[in-house]
Nanobody
Framework: DVQLQASGGGLVQAGGSLRLSCAAS????????IGWFRQAPGKEREGVSC????????TYADSAAGRFTISSDNAKNTVYLQMNSLKPEDTAVYYC????????????????WGQGTLVTVSS
């Protein structure tokens, strides 16, 4: 079975850091792009960042660029999202997802989704 297990969320003060992990199993990790998305209460799901498991290329939403860093450990089938300088507006449930054959931060392009991990940033 395909599984994407997101973890690492929690409560942090503004300006703090968190590292999210996305452990993947049940599919050929190297063939997929892995993306991080978030959804705040009352808002649509939005793309944060994604990385190619093939060549390590990555992209970021404007809201994440310069503060968040995505990385991949292909030996562990795991993608990380290091989040620094967190702001209250980063508060959301963060999801990881896998996309075969595409590229970008459109959630409609992603084939598999994890269950999400909650990030709460207090002011």
């Amino acid at each position: 079975d395909v599984q994407l297990q997101a973890s690492g969320g929690g409560l942090v003060q503004a300006g703090g850091s968190l590292r999210l992990s996305c452990a993947a199993s049940g599919f050929t990790f190297d063939d997929y792009n892995i993306g991080w998305f978030r959804q705040a209460p009352g808002k649509e799901r939005e793309g944060v960042s994604c990385i190619s498991s093939t060549d390590g290329s990555s992209t970021y939403a404007d809201s994440a660029a310069g503060r968040f860093t995505i990385s991949s450990d292909n030996a562990k089938n795991t993608v990380y999202l290091q989040m620094n300088s967190l702001k209250p507006e980063d508060t959301a449930v963060y999801y990881c997802a896998a996309d075969y054959g595409g590229w970008g931060l459109n959630p409609d392009d992603y084939d598999y989704w994890g269950q999400g991990t909650l990030v709460t940033v207090s002011s």
